[in-house]
């Protein structure tokens, strides 16, 4: 069986790489972008089985905008075959911040949120999850 | 800065009332003398008929009684009509016109009674003669001086025609028996003389009494043009206490400049009123507040206070006045002001307390408008709005100030918290050993690395919640209906493993009827309280210890009690409790790290929802943190 194709989306290098090394020795094949728009290309190219995806990159919202492309209801959308693909969204958002998401927020169209600091088990325990591997 | 328009006409100039307009003083006594007139006249027709049936009965005199009963009762009969006509002309609030018509009848019909009470009372030889006087008084208090006059001379030729007629046989005389035994009214000498004096003493008479009467109407006019002049003075008052209250009730630079350019120029009753502030550089003069100006004439030009010589002044610390502005050599914009049809102009100065800040000018259609008790009323209004108008620029500041922190924070919040947390997933993927095996030195370093910059973290989040609490005024709105217990209950869950790790005894105590304590609040501050408050206690108690929530309902508000029978809190520290950065010694000998900014966080948050705080505490015996809120009806949600 193929490995399992993860993209990860997000503008610091160093957070990539602990992303990228956790997942990789859990056997998933990984592609990064470092921007939305970057994302969404990579998208296309790489048909991913799950995104990673990081709220704040260009803009403070970069990443919803992004998951709102992709898993837009329009059926005349470009994404239309990735509105299926399931969405980790990365928050440093403290609390007390006057944007407050929690991932029952309906309107987001993402399966889960990881909170930084992001730890390798936390990481690997929700990518497992989604993906039915565990 | 922004350029007002003239307010919307919601108020617009008073409409004419319905209601007739007040009478003037003199048209109201008029109507009050009509009345008063009435009043007296049926004591006179009473007293004529008394005097007939007093004459002829018990003086027992010769007099015709027939005829005299008859002017008595006729004076009393026309009266009733006049006291009648009186009333309608009341009922329907007549013009004072109608008064004035009713007044002449009354004399009119009042003087033919007299002069038939004295030809049936013995002509020229009547005492009834001398009532003519006090009809010359009562005409000269009703009419002008020249009708005074003419009913003055009409009395004298009523009584001569009366004396000539019947000393000359034309009409019989009425002779009163046992009063006079001479025939005085044949007696050409009497005749004369009687005649000549009571001529000079009617035309004396009407002469004092109306000039008496038109002083008294001239000091009259003089108390309502003082009592004008006092309700104008009354306006002003008021508009310097609006003035003084704008101050108090509004910050917002725009509105309390609005309100007073408008009230200024509706106090001074004059055309147009403006306030030009001097911008950052302090050089150009910007119009902020406008009434009755056009937009044109706000565009004339720039307005530099170096170069135009009325502003120097006035910036100086001047008021000045200036009657015919279009010819003004001070005015920089003469023909723009003939345009506008501004002819005068009064500016006063707007100062601070350290520098000019502008000018406040009233406008005036009229030329030469303005008076000296203007210019102190200006001035006044300038000195108050200038203490309105520096409170206003510091809040402003402070706003921008406020707004220019919550931004540091965001960024801080990206920038710091951000490298800060990738560090620690970087270690965590190193020491997990996701980028090749680690020695166990390796490992030591890493876990001491992980926890310093696990520390690292704690306090720019404790800082951030801190920074937030105190510059987000805004936090306040987004409160909301929080179940208390519901927050407790989450937040002793989150420490039952630590504790239970501690052998601690961690119990929530929820002393409630049934009902639900609700306060407003945030659910992320409740849980923040909370989570500080109890992971204190699990800190500062020793294992084998216990560590009690309880909730309860007291006094309408919320309380929630964490005690705990840890090392407790030394006096000295009590005081310092909730300082930043502050930690007891005894505190820090047992956990090394620690921010010392958790409690400042707790009372922060807690007195943003309202609420209080209360600390008890016995060195090793334990500590009770009391927090209470007050409690949310259902029927405010």
């Keep these: 069986m193929d490995k399992k194709q993860i993209l990860i989306v997000d503008d610091d290098p160093d957070q990539r790489l602990t992303l990228r090394l956790p997942l990789e020795s859990a056997g998933y094949t990984i592609s990064e972008a470092t921007s939305s728009a970057e994302g969404l290309a990579k998208v296309k190219e790489v048909k991913p089985d799950l995104i990673i995806l990081d709220v704040m990159m260009d803009t403070a919202t970069a990443g919803f905008q992004l998951a709102l492309d992709l898993h837009s209801p329009d059926p005349e959308s470009e994404y239309k075959d990735f509105r299926r693909t399931p969405i980790i969204m990365l928050t440093a958002i403290h609390s007390t911040t006057p944007l407050r998401f929690t991932p029952d927020e309906d309107y987001l169209p993402v399966q889960t949120f990881i909170e930084k600091p992001v730890t390798p088990e936390g990481l690997l325990a929700k990518v497992q999850e989604i993906l039915g591997d565990k | ?637």
């Design chain 2, 1 to 637: 800065m922004s350029i007002s328009s003239p307010p919307g006409n919601a108020i617009g100039p008073p409409k004419p009332s319905p209601v007739r307009p007040a009478r003037t003083l003199v048209e109201a006594e008029l109507v009050s003398s009509v009345a008063w007139l009435i009043h007296l006249r049926w004591i006179a027709g009473a007293g004529v008929l008394l005097a007939t049936w007093l004459v002829g009965t018990v003086f027992n005199l010769g007099i015709p009684a027939g005829p005299l009963f008859t002017i008595g009762s006729g004076i009393l009969i026309y009266n009733l009509i006049f006291y009648l006509a009186e009333r309608r002309l009341t009922h329907a609030s007549a013009p004072a016109e109608a008064y004035d018509r009713l007044a002449k009848w009354q004399v009119s019909l009042d003087w033919l009674a007299m002069t038939l009470l004295i030809h049936f009372s013995g002509g020229i030889e009547s005492p009834a003669i001398l009532f003519f006087i006090f009809h010359l008084i009562i005409a000269s208090i009703f009419f002008p001086p020249r009708t005074a006059f003419a009913f003055a001379i009409l009395a004298i030729g009523l009584i001569s025609g009366i004396a000539l007629m019947e000393f000359f046989g034309l009409l019989p005389h009425v002779t009163i028996v046992g009063y006079l035994e001479t025939r005085l009214y044949l007696n050409g000498l009497y005749l004369t003389a009687m005649l000549i004096f009571f001529a000079s003493t009617s035309l004396i008479a009407a002469y004092l009494a109306s000039s008496i009467h038109e002083r008294l109407r001239l000091r009259e006019e003089e108390i309502v043009e003082l009592s004008k002049s006092l309700q104008r003075a009354t306006t002003r008052l008021q508009t310097l206490n609006n003035g003084a209250r704008t101050v108090g009730s509004t910050l917002e630079l725009s509105k309390v400049l609005n309100r007073l350019v408008k009230s200024t120029a509706e106090a001074m009753e004059v055309r147009a009123c403006s306030i030009r502030l001097l911008d950052k550089s302090g050089q150009r003069l910007e119009p902020v507040a406008v009434f009755g100006l056009s937009q044109a004439y706000l565009e004339k030009g720039p307005v530099v206070a170096m170069s135009n010589p009325l502003a120097r002044e006035v910036l100086a610390g001047k008021t000045i006045n200036i009657p015919d502005a279009p010819n003004s050599p001070l005015i920089q914009y003469p023909e723009e002001a003939r345009q506008e049809g501004i002819s005068s102009m009064l500016s006063a100065p707007l100062i601070g307390k350290d520098q000019p800040l502008g000018i406040l000018r009233a406008y005036a259609v009229e030329p030469d408008r303005f008076t000296p008790e203007d210019e102190a009323f200006l001035s006044a209004i300038a000195a108050q709005g200038s203490i309105a108008i520096e409170n206003a620029m510091t809040y402003q500041t402070i706003e921008q100030l406020d707004e220019a922190k919550s931004q540091f924070i965001r960024m801080v919040t990206h920038e710091l918290r951000s490298p800060v947390s990738v560090t620690q997933s970087l270690l965590r993927t190193l020491a997990a050993g996701y980028a090749g095996s680690v020695t166990e030195q390796q490992q030591d370093i890493l876990n001491r690395t992980t926890r310093r910059v696990e520390f690292l973290q704690k306090l720019i989040d404790d800082l951030l919640d801190l920074a937030a609490g105190k510059t987000e005024v805004k936090a306040l709105e987004a409160r909301e209906p929080v179940d208390l217990a519901a927050s407790l209950e989450r937040v002793v869950k989150r420490f039952e493993l630590s504790a239970q790790e501690k052998s601690l005894t961690l119990a929530l105590y929820k002393e409630t009827t049934g009902d639900s304590l609700v306060v407003m609040a945030t659910m992320e501050g409740l849980d923040r309280v909370f989570d500080n408050l109890i992971s204190n206690a699990v800190k500062y108690t020793r294992p084998g210890g216990l560590i009690k929530v309880t909730l309860r309902p007291m006094d309408g508000e919320a309380n929630v009690m964490v005690e705990d029978t840890g090392i407790g809190i030394p006096e000295e520290a009590m005081l310092h409790l909730f300082e930043e950065f502050y930690r007891a010694p005894n505190a820090k000998a047992i956990e090394h790290e620690g921010t010392g900014l958790g409690l400042t966080i707790v009372k922060d948050i807690v007195t943003r929802f309202s609420g209080r705080i209360a600390v008890q505490s016995t060195p090793d015996v334990g500590t009770t943190f009391t927090v209470s809120f007050p409690l949310t009806r259902p029927e405010e949600i």
